[in-house]
């Protein structure tokens, strides 16, 4: 058997799973678009990978993270649930040991964290706009009819980048439609929206952090070398993009995992588990004026979590768990 560690960094565009040997080397990772199915798409990819390895998996600790952390952990059997500021900081120090400021920009959110000798100091998130995540840069390649992963390819043949207003979405897509109309190439209306999405970045999610070297951008658009190339410019430095740059939530998770579980023990439930029927219901509690949206998890139609409220109603077993709501 393969003694590995499992990581699962479940977000709003992509489930992303990796596993770790003993000296935290990942020798398995997937990045696979979750499509509005987060929970199908989990479970294809868990059942892929344990038929890659014919059974031969040994999980001595399983680690998640991301906004889906806990649908994933009740699915998987965590040990450890950490949130994306806490896993992604343990991967980039575990990979880089050096690093000061991690650049992460998702598929929905975007952060800064400040590390100095080892320990997160500081970290911001972006606000409920979604300008400048990885999302907002998938509506814009759809548009313009240009595969996401050439994007960044098409934006460095510019030769005249053209200001685009990128502090809101709807004004950078209406500026950007307004360039068109204007006449201007495509690489120069693509190469302008990565430099204003990075002065976004850096004037509202990193303001008033001290950005110091060395930089590493990860997240699944730090595959954009447009942005790579718009970030170097702006802070004149060197940003550094490491190989797994896509998975280092998943990656941190795991190593969170091993470090608890010391391989000794794990809450994994085994990978025929995960072929279980899941669901999830939700519904608004009427119990006072917050009008929680409660979420019910259920595995072969058997209550297994609850979230949402903010009480604690229904999550800590003060109400029974709704079953069958249609």
Avoid at 224 to 249: C, H, R, W
């Amino acid at each position: 058997m393969k003694e590995c560690y499992l990581g699962v960094d479940i977000g709003s565009v992509s489930v992303n799973v990796v596993l770790l040997d003993n000296e935290n080397n990942v020798f398995e990772k997937r990045y696979v678009r979750t499509e509005g199915k987060p929970i199908q798409t989990l479970q294809k990819t868990i059942i892929d990978i344990s038929k890659k390895y014919d059974n031969t998996l040994k999980i001595l600790g399983c680690g998640t993270t991301g906004s889906g952390r806990h649908l994933a952990s009740v699915m998987l059997g965590a040990d450890v649930v950490k949130n994306e500021i806490t896993a992604h900081a343990k991967a980039a120090i575990n990979q880089y040991k050096n690093v000061k400021t991690i650049i992460e920009i998702g598929g929905q959110d975007s952060k800064i964290i400040i590390i100095r000798n080892g320990i997160v100091i500081d970290f911001s998130m972006n606000t409920v706009c979604a300008a400048g995540t990885g999302s907002f840069l998938d509506r814009q390649a759809e548009r313009l009819n240009i595969p996401i992963n050439q994007f960044g390819e098409v934006a460095l043949k510019s030769k005249n980048p053209v200001r685009i207003a990128g502090r809101c979405a709807v004004f950078a897509e209406s500026d950007m439609i307004h360039k068109q109309q204007l006449g201007h190439k495509v690489e120069d209306i693509l190469y302008g929206l990565c430099q204003a999405l990075a002065r976004n970045y850096i004037s509202n999610v990193a303001k008033g952090k001290q950005i110091e070297e060395p930089i590493i951008f990860q997240g699944g658009v730090a595959a954009n070398l447009g942005m790579k190339k718009a970030f170097e410019e702006l802070l004149n430095t060197e940003i550094i993009i490491l190989s797994n740059f896509d998975v280092m939530g998943a990656i941190g998770a795991a190593i969170l995992a091993k470090e608890k579980t010391k391989g000794i023990y794990t809450n994994f439930y085994g990978f025929d588990f995960i072929k279980n029927t899941f669901d999830s219901r939700g519904f608004e509690c009427k119990g006072c004026s917050n009008y929680c949206e409660v979420i019910n998890i259920l595995n072969n139609n058997k209550v297994i979590a609850i979230w949402g409220d903010r009480c604690g109603k229904w999550s800590n077993g003060k109400q029974q768990p709704v079953e069958n709501i249609q």
